[in-house]
């Protein structure tokens, strides 16, 4: 297994060299393919190696943060995680890839040649279904930065699958295989399928793994399969500007101008900055219905150097919240919520980062903040406001000090 790094946030522990940026303002193409990539159906080649088994519980504590997944989900325990470096790796979480062994020589980072040629169970087999990303194989690493620079670093695109999803392609004592792959809907069937293993790798339930035992709750998932509709249309808060009908509406604080922001974002784009003082707003007014069949509101906030497992993160003490003609909405702390993203502000190797968020739009109407609702049409607004009536989002300081903060990606999705 690959190295990973963890968060503290609220409590719980989350693996945070993690994913994922959202897509580009305006997007209207399948869920599924949100980030914007098209499914062209080209075979791309690349490299996998394997994790579970022995460590069985890491696939349920993943960075995408799904917890445990029960086999008779979708695609099961069919899953990846991707490298930080591979240019899809933002807004990853969820999404799918075919994947099928390629009969051949694969090298690793340090330039080491590995003969391959005889390790396909069948090179015209894809896994049986098809693979999902929970996780991330981040190139830096320190606890396991041999092998992490092996193979998570870009030479190759690369990714670390279960020993279930693997053995299905070649027998798990190759320890790495070239494949061939492409991005492709998560309820896509394969031509051909690899067949079942006849003695696939037991689960490891005694707890002697170096992971805590999930809970095996089952969870309500934001899967691209589970939407009610396979299209989805952002509405833009703020990316790069303010979106199309979008106007500030702050009040008691002090705003940075959009050309002093303009490098301050994920990945060196413009971000909207400033400090909210006591009692005051970053505020986004837009236009009622704004709101309608929406689901949930979407940021990206500066925390700077979250250091190892994210200590030293300087998430900002803001309330989020949405208001509309009769007034306000129940607000939620953010560092009350888990973040699901995370984006360097530059690439390949910076040290300072954004992290996202997702909250669901019925958090504001009182569910618990770690709601994952995935039909918009179960926000029926709040506030005494009709989903018509809401038309702003706000990150209020209702604490006891000032606040500075960075945002990008404001979007309702």
Same mark, same amino acid.
């Given at each position: 297994? =690959?190295?990973?790094?963890?968060?503290?946030?609220?409590?719980? =522990?989350?693996?945070?060299?993690?994913?994922?940026?959202?897509?580009?303002?305006?997007?209207?193409?399948?869920?599924?393919?949100?980030?914007?990539?098209?499914?062209?159906?080209?075979?791309?080649?690349?490299?996998?190696?394997?994790?579970?088994?022995?460590?069985?519980?890491?696939?349920?504590?993943?960075?995408?943060?799904?917890?445990?997944?029960?086999?008779?989900?979708?695609?099961?325990?069919?899953?990846?995680?991707?490298?930080?470096?591979?240019?899809?790796?933002?807004?990853?979480?969820?999404?799918?890839?075919?994947?099928?062994?390629?009969?051949?020589?694969?090298?690793?980072?340090?330039?080491?040649?590995?003969?391959?040629?005889?390790?396909?169970?069948?090179?015209?087999?894809?896994? *049986?279904?098809?693979?999902?990303?929970?996780?991330?194989?981040?190139?830096?690493?320190?606890?396991?930065?041999?092998?992490?620079?092996?193979?998570?670093?870009?030479?190759?695109?690369?990714?670390?699958?279960?020993?279930?999803?693997?053995?299905? =392609?070649?027998?798990?004592?190759?320890?790495?295989?070239?494949?061939?792959?492409?991005?492709?809907?998560?309820?896509?069937?394969?031509?051909?399928?690899?067949?079942?293993?006849?003695?696939?790798?037991?689960?490891?339930?005694?707890?002697?793994? *170096?992971?805590?035992?999930?809970?095996?709750?089952?969870?309500?998932?934001?899967?691209?399969?589970?939407?009610?509709?396979?299209?989805?249309?952002?509405?833009?808060?703020?990316?790069?500007?303010?979106?199309?009908?979008?106007?500030?509406?702050?009040?008691?604080?002090?705003?940075?101008?959009?050309?002093?922001?303009?490098?301050?974002?994920?990945?060196?784009?413009?971000?909207?900055?400033?400090?909210?003082?006591?009692?005051?707003?970053?505020?986004?007014?837009?236009?009622?219905?704004?709101?309608?069949?929406?689901?949930?509101?979407?940021?990206?906030?500066?925390?700077?150097?979250?250091?190892?497992?994210?200590?030293?993160?300087?998430?900002?003490?803001?309330?989020?919240?949405?208001?509309?003609?009769?007034?306000?909405?129940?607000?939620?702390?953010?560092?009350?919520?888990?973040?699901?993203?995370?984006?360097?502000?530059?690439?390949?190797?910076?040290?300072?980062?954004?992290?996202?968020?997702?909250?669901?739009?019925?958090?504001?109407?009182?569910?618990?903040?770690?709601?994952?609702?995935?039909?918009?049409?179960?926000?029926?607004?709040?506030? *005494?406001?009709?989903?018509?009536?809401?038309?702003?989002?706000?990150?209020?300081?209702?604490?006891?000090?000032?606040?500075?903060?960075?945002?990008?990606?404001?979007?309702?999705?």
């Amino acid at each position: 297994m =690959l190295g990973r790094s963890g968060l503290r946030e609220a409590g719980i =522990l989350l693996v945070m060299l993690a994913l994922l940026a959202p897509a580009s303002a305006g997007l209207a193409a399948p869920y599924g393919d949100r980030r914007g990539i098209g499914y062209d159906w080209n075979w791309r080649s690349g490299r996998a190696t394997w994790f579970g088994g022995s460590d069985g519980w890491s696939i349920h504590n993943g960075s995408c943060s799904y917890q445990y997944i029960q086999k008779d989900e979708p695609l099961g325990w069919d899953v990846a995680a991707m490298t930080d470096v591979h240019p899809e790796y933002q807004d990853s979480c969820g999404l799918c890839y075919e994947l099928a062994c390629d009969s051949t020589w694969t090298s690793d980072g340090y330039g080491q040649w590995l003969d391959r040629t005889a390790s396909c169970f069948d090179t015209g087999a894809s896994v *049986g279904r098809v693979v999902r990303i929970v996780d991330v194989c981040p190139c830096s690493y320190p606890s396991n930065a041999y092998n992490n620079k092996r193979w998570c670093c870009g030479d190759r695109d690369h990714f670390d699958v279960s020993v279930w999803a693997f053995e299905k =392609l070649a027998e798990t004592r190759w320890g790495v295989i070239p494949i061939k792959y492409r991005p492709v809907p998560c309820d896509h069937k394969p031509y051909k399928p690899a067949p079942p293993v006849p003695n696939p790798t037991p689960e490891v339930t005694d707890g002697r793994t *170096g992971w805590s035992t999930p809970d095996k709750t089952r969870h309500t998932r934001d899967w691209p399969e589970y939407m009610h509709d396979t299209q989805t249309h952002v509405n833009t808060i703020f990316e790069d500007n303010y979106g199309e009908g979008i106007h500030d509406a702050s009040w008691n604080m002090q705003l940075q101008s959009l050309s002093d922001s303009i490098r301050s974002g994920t990945l060196g784009s413009p971000a909207i900055c400033g400090k909210v003082f006591k009692g005051g707003a970053l505020a986004f007014r837009g236009w009622n219905g704004i709101f309608q069949e929406k689901k949930a509101l979407e940021f990206w906030t500066y925390v700077g150097y979250p250091g190892w497992e994210g200590k030293d993160q300087k998430t900002p003490d803001l309330w989020v919240s949405v208001s509309g003609n009769k007034g306000g909405c129940k607000p939620t702390r953010i560092i009350s919520m888990k973040p699901i993203y995370m984006e360097p502000t530059w690439r390949p190797y910076a040290t300072n980062y954004f992290w996202g968020w997702q909250v669901y739009l019925p958090i504001f109407n009182g569910w618990p903040v770690d709601s994952v609702i995935n039909n918009p049409y179960d926000f029926t607004g709040c506030g *005494g406001n009709s989903v018509w009536d809401l038309h702003t989002v706000e990150f209020r300081n209702d604490g006891w000090s000032d606040q500075w903060v960075c945002l990008d990606r404001v979007r309702l999705v």
